[in-house]
T-cell receptor, first 114, second 111 residues
Framework: DGGITQSPKYLFRKEGQNVTLSCEQN?????MYWYRQDPGQGLRLIYY???????QKGDIAEGYSVSREKKESFPLTVTSAQKNPTAFYLC?????????????FGEGSWLTVV | SQQGEEDPQALSIQEGENATMNCSYK?????LQWYRQNSGRGLVHLIL?????REKHSGRLRVTLDTSKKSSSLLITASRAADTASYFC???????????FGAGTTVTVRA
């Protein structure tokens, strides 16, 4: 089935550790996004990529890093510089030029600092 | 970047009733989209309305857009328990690539 796969679903991080969240899509979409959602809050954009080997910072990029070496993959690394990383992370993709940039989301990854 | 603001923050209704929620935004837009999120899951696109449209329907959903007031409303008719979820509006500024989401309206439908 076509879609966006995020892994792992649940991840625990110790203080000072870097962790990487995986995001893979088989929708042949050019654009991919990472959002952060805190409990009871809306979504805030971390990074987005419109094309392979290119990405831009969103509204809350500090403490995060990404890469876009392949069209179908957009991993997010939460670095030790991110002081409050406990949150729900959502990966998404869209096809530019589809008339509205409808975004398709993965099922999310829960990150908890222990 | 601008962000839509939904109102109310939470809504509780009886099954069979209608649910209405509103979204306000600050600057001009190309389109406005509504998404739904079940607890602990990803968001699912519901409907998109373009800036030159005033009303759009999809099944039990009705969306209106008033660009003069910079506001949109989402109406869910004949609600069901399965409609229990959070609903978000999202906007994209002209010339911008990314979508900005509001904080959402949490809808609880009581059986």
């Amino acid at each position: 089935d076509g879609g966006i796969t995020q892994s792992p679903k649940y991840l625990f991080r110790k203080e000072g550790q870097n962790v990487t969240l995986s995001c893979e899509q088989n929708l042949n979409h050019d654009a991919m996004y990472w959002y952060r959602q805190d409990p009871g809050q809306g979504l805030r954009l971390i990074y987005y990529s419109q094309i392979v080997n290119d990405f831009q910072k969103g509204d809350i990029a500090e403490g995060y890093s990404v890469s876009r070496e392949k069209k179908e993959s957009f991993p997010l690394t939460v670095t030790s510089a991110q002081k409050n990383p406990t949150a729900f992370y959502l990966c998404a993709s869209s096809a530019p030029g589809n008339g509205g940039n409808t975004i398709y989301f993965g099922e999310g990854s829960w990150l908890t600092v222990v | 970047s601008q962000q839509g603001e939904e109102d109310p923050q939470a809504l509780s209704i009886q099954e069979g009733e209608n649910a209405t929620m509103n979204c306000s935004y600050k600057t001009s837009i190309n389109n406005l989209q509504w998404y739904r999120q079940n607890s602990g899951r990803g968001l699912v696109h519901l409907i998109l309305i373009r800036s030159n449209e005033r009303e759009k329907h999809s099944g039990r959903l009705r969306v209106t857009l008033d660009t003069s007031k910079k506001s949109s409303s989402l109406l869910i008719t004949a609600s069901r328990a399965a409609d229990t979820a959070s609903y978000f509006c999202a906007t994209r500024d002209p010339g911008d690539y990314k979508l900005s989401f509001g904080a959402g309206t949490t809808v609880t439908v009581r059986a």
